[in-house]
């Protein structure tokens, strides 16, 4: 299985960008999938979450957007009003169980398959 995450860049603060996630060789339509992230020195972070509900950490509600198309097998992540403290490696991740506590959804060690991660950087 998988998970190729793509589409990140430099960009600038107040700026949008959409990173999507390619799981070609894998149905997690009836699964949960998810957005982690880790800055430099910093442990990885949850950033949100999809499946039997979607899931946002308070860092990023209201800004970004998570979304998935099953029939291209993609996941996305829509950011919008972009900040410095944006600037980390963005990792998908997936899991074929469908996820019912918000521990689940918002914890690294739930999720069993990862992608490689892309860099998205905010300049100031």
């Known amino acids: 299985v998988q998970l190729q995450a793509s589409g990140g860049g430099l960009v600038q603060t107040g700026d949008s960008l959409r990173v999507p996630c390619l799981h070609s060789?894998?149905?997690?339509?009836?699964?949960?999938m998810g957005w982690f992230r880790q800055a430099p020195g910093k442990e990885r972070e949850f950033v949100a979450a999809d499946g039997r509900g979607t899931y946002y950490a308070d860092s990023v509600k209201g800004r970004f957007t998570i979304s998935r198309d099953n029939a291209k097998k993609t996941l996305y992540l829509q950011m919008n009003s972009l900040r410095p403290e944006d600037t980390a490696v963005y990792y998908c991740?997936?899991?074929?169980?469908?996820?019912?506590?918000?521990?689940?959804?918002?914890?690294?060690?739930?999720?069993?398959?990862w992608g490689q991660g892309t860099q998205v950087t905010v300049s100031s």
């Open positions: 060789t894998h149905d997690f339509s009836r699964g949960t």
């Open positions: 991740a997936a899991d074929d169980r469908t996820f019912r506590t918000r521990y689940q959804f918002t914890h690294a060690s739930s999720y069993y398959y």
